[in-house]
């Protein structure tokens, strides 16, 4: 499955256009340094030097990076950088995995998407087939790959416009994360997607396995057109894709 995603993904790169646009549109020696120190003290119980002020910085800024965790986990802000707290943070959230059931629709409510889903396949020229122009308000579901919510990156792909005016994916470039993308299936659920990353990538340069390769989790990858249009084959130079993972289940 992935590899033939992989290979579909690499198709796309050259002719992303047809797929994505428009028609037209005293002491002892220290092992490591040589150098002669004096063996430390021992401590006296209830008596003698104390820990230090080194000792007591380490630990009080310890108390501080748990306290700001306590406080990241409250209001879900980021407050401390993660090399800083490697090790420190809980783990991610949990996710669902469900079981395959086709889409049958997509719901962006940030840029007022509520659009019909259908089944695409490879074109004869090996690229991901996309709907018909007659269907330019539609997505199409990538059918050779995982179902949204199954572990994979499940693949919707729409045009940003045709000749005649926008079309369903027109917008897709101005999703931010954490923006809500709602996959209804054929199995009465809904498996909700929230968006990590919006990218823009020249057709050329395709980064297929950073797009269809990852089956860590369930993913979604939204892409359609983007960037100058440059006409014949290429159409829109770019492919703009929306990351997202899968966050919740409804239904």
Known sequence: MAAALRRAAGHTA??????????AGGGRVRPATGQRYRPARRVRLGGGPGPGAP??????????????????????VSLLPD??????????????????SRPTGVR???????????????????????????RAAEAGWYEQGPTPGQYGPAVLVGHV???????????????????RVEVPREDGSVAVFEVESVQRHDKERFPADQV?????????RLITCGGRWVGGDTGYADNVVVFASLVDAEG
């Open 83 to 100: 090399r800083l707290t490697a090790g420190l943070r809980p783990p991610p959230r949990d996710f669902p995995v469900l079981a395959a």
């Open 212 to 220: 269809f390769g990852d089956f860590t989790r369930p993913h979604l």
């Open 161 to 179: 416009d045709t000749s005649s005016g926008p079309a369903v994916f027109h917008q897709l470039k101005d999703l931010d994360a954490g923006d």
């Open 55 to 76: 000792v007591l910085m380490v630990a009080g800024l310890m108390v501080l990076i748990v306290a700001m965790l306590g406080v990241e986990r409250v209001t879900g």
């Open 14 to 23: 050259t002719a992303g256009a047809t797929a994505y646009g428009p028609p």
């Open 108 to 134: 962006i409510p940030a840029i007022d998407v509520d659009a019909p889903v259908h089944s695409v396949g490879l074109a004869a020229d090996g690229t991901i087939g996309v709907p018909a122009q007659e």
